[in-house]
């Protein structure tokens, strides 16, 4: 019985030793997916299906022109396992840390006889501009009117003013997992 604990120690150890030397999966972003056999129509009505599954909602969606465009959605918090606009471990970070959110913009083309569908997921950051403060007592209150026992987020007149969202570029990940659905959806929808 002595010597179950040491072995089960150092066989813990190297199970987390050779996950950490594990190769990396290399991440291979899809840029346009093009689909046979499907109308504009259909592949909008499935794009607008995940869309509101990924809980997107739609601002803007025009057949004619083959465009969706989202209203913006904060990223989602760790405790918040059903959603799934944040993938890949970077981003799911960065939306515990920040106040991110995206906006899904989808542009449907016809060719040669095909529907391509290519996705941008836009990612901001909001950015706050700080309170002076003239004690550590006042902390909690520096980006806003909080005390320490509760967080509110109440800018004043010059904070609002202030207040920005910084564009940090393309979401690939999430482009790729909207895509990858759409496919999936509109070849289920054809069977």
């Known amino acids: 019985m002595n ?3 040491p072995l089960l120690f150092v066989s813990c150890l190297g199970g987390v030793l ?9 991440f291979e972003p ?3 997916i093009c689909m046979a056999a499907v109308s504009k129509g259909q592949a909008m009505q499935a ?3 995940v869309l509101g599954q990924m809980n997107f909602t ?3 969606a025009d057949i004619n022109q ?7 959605l904060a990223g989602s918090q760790f405790f918040e396992f059903w959603r799934d606009d944040s993938i890949g471990s970077f981003n799911k970070a960065e939306a515990n840390l920040h106040t991110i959110r995206r906006i899904i913009e989808l542009d449907m083309t016809e060719q040669n006889g095909q529907v391509c569908i290519s996705c941008q997921a836009k990612t901001q950051r909001l950015s706050l501009p700080e309170r002076q403060l003239t004690s550590s007592s006042q902390a909690a209150g520096m980006f806003s009117k909080s005390s320490s026992s509760m967080q509110r987020l109440m800018l004043d007149r010059d904070q609002k003013a202030d207040m920005a969202w910084i564009d ?3 979401d690939d990940r999430l482009s790729t997992a909207i895509l990858n659905e759409i496919e999936k959806k509109v070849t289920k929808l054809q069977k």
């Open 30 to 32: 899809v840029e346009q």
């Open 18 to 26: 050779v996950a950490g030397c594990a190769k990396q999966q290399q």
């Open 47 to 49: 794009a607008e299906e």
């Open 168 to 170: 940090l570029g393309k």
């Open 66 to 72: 083959g465009v969706i465009i989202t209203r913006s």
């Open 3 to 5: 010597i179950l604990k």
């Open 58 to 60: 739609i601002d803007k």
